[in-house]
């Protein structure tokens, strides 16, 4: 039905940027909010940024001033530009899209597979 296809994970030194993308495919009707999780081993799973199709942005606290979202709305798309990255922000980073697919009036919420994000100090 719907595939969620993130990149632009990798390994890169603090203080480094990285620029994730995940494009969505499938029979989309509509997409409402988009968004960028992480998780870490053992941990819960937490909110990076998010952005709503009109293009209101809700940002985690611990990532406020370094990271950007957007998204293309034509293509279906979300980035996330990660600058003066930290150790700490090593994680499994995942993208979610709530999605009406044609012919059905829910609104689900579909998930990446996830992209490695690793920061070296």
């Known amino acids: 039905q719907v595939q969620l296809v993130e990149s632009g994970g990798g390994l890169v030194q603090a203080g480094g940027s990285l620029r994730l993308s995940c494009a969505a495919s499938g029979s989309i009707f509509s997409i409402n909010t988009m968004g960028w999780y992480r998780q870490a081993p053992g941990k819960q799973r937490e909110l990076v940024a998010d952005?709503?199709?009109?293009?209101?942005?809700n940002y985690g606290d611990s990532v406020k001033g370094r990271f950007t979202i957007s998204r293309d709305n034509a293509k279906n798309t979300v980035y996330l530009q990660m600058n003066s990255l930290k150790p700490e922000d090593t994680d499994v980073y995942y993208c979610a899209a709530d999605v009406q697919v044609v012919g059905d009036l829910r609104v689900l919420r579909y998930w990446g597979q996830g992209t490695q994000v690793t920061v070296s100090s």
């Open positions: 952005i709503t199709r009109g293009g209101s942005t």
